[in-house]
């Protein structure tokens, strides 16, 4: 499968890379900074800002699927998630592309969630601290939600650099508290190869 990652950089973008590699996937990793990888068969790195539409249409030219690991940082812009899942999606339509996967957030809600009272009061205290972080969370989705893709959320609460264990992907949770990053890149490259929850959004579980 040939499969265009944004924010390829990033910690949770850097593990699915590798791991999508190891599968035996060809990778286009849209950095937009430093360079953390090196050469590499079937990897081919590409400079690009997710402002610009531009950059994400060659990003995403001639793959099969897409995935984006946008999230907020220290520098980034409240709406960061919003603004650019909305320019992947214009890419992707240019490109004719139709699968595509975010990461996102356990403060994005679905109807029939089971929500765990760690759960609730980890969102609470970000929407405290960080109202506009879970706020662009959710409007990132909706636009996921209306676009004509076969689109998959996978939401976590918690992420950590930390060993993988086991996991499952369940459409409601509850969640796990805390996520490895390895079990992310799993996850992702599990719907990808399945195929599998179509305009859905599960979240990483405990088995």
């Not at 405290?128 to 004509?148: C, E, F, T």
């Not at 949770?173 to 079990?183: A, D, F, L, M």
């Amino acid at each position: 499968m040939k499969i265009a990652c944004i924010a390829a950089n990033g910690q949770s973008g850097q593990a699915f890379v590798y791991a999508a590699l190891e599968a035996g996937h060809s990778v286009n990793a849209g950095i937009h900074s430093t360079n953390p990888f090196k050469s590499k068969p079937n990897l081919r790195v590409i400079k690009i800002d997710a402002n610009n539409i531009d950059d994400l249409i060659k990003l995403t030219k001639d793959q099969d699927a897409v995935v984006t690991f946008i999230g907020h940082g220290q520098n980034t812009s409240k709406d960061v998630q919003t603004i650019a899942i909305k320019n992947t999606i214009a890419a992707i339509k240019k490109n004719k592309i139709k699968r595509l996967v975010s990461l996102t957030g356990t403060g994005v809600r679905f109807k029939g969630d089971h929500i765990r009272f760690i759960d609730h009061f980890l969102n609470f205290s970000v929407k405290l601290v960080d109202y506009y972080r879970v706020k662009d969370g959710i409007d990132h989705v909706n636009l996921i939600k209306k676009s004509k893709t076969n689109w998959t959320v996978i939401r976590v609460l918690k992420l950590q650099n930390t060993r993988p264990k086991p996991f499952i992907l369940t459409e409601n949770g509850p969640t796990k508290v805390i996520t490895s990053r390895q079990e992310v890149a799993e996850a992702v490259l599990e719907v990808l190869e399945d195929n599998s929850f179509i305009k859905k959004a599960p979240i990483i579980s405990s088995p």
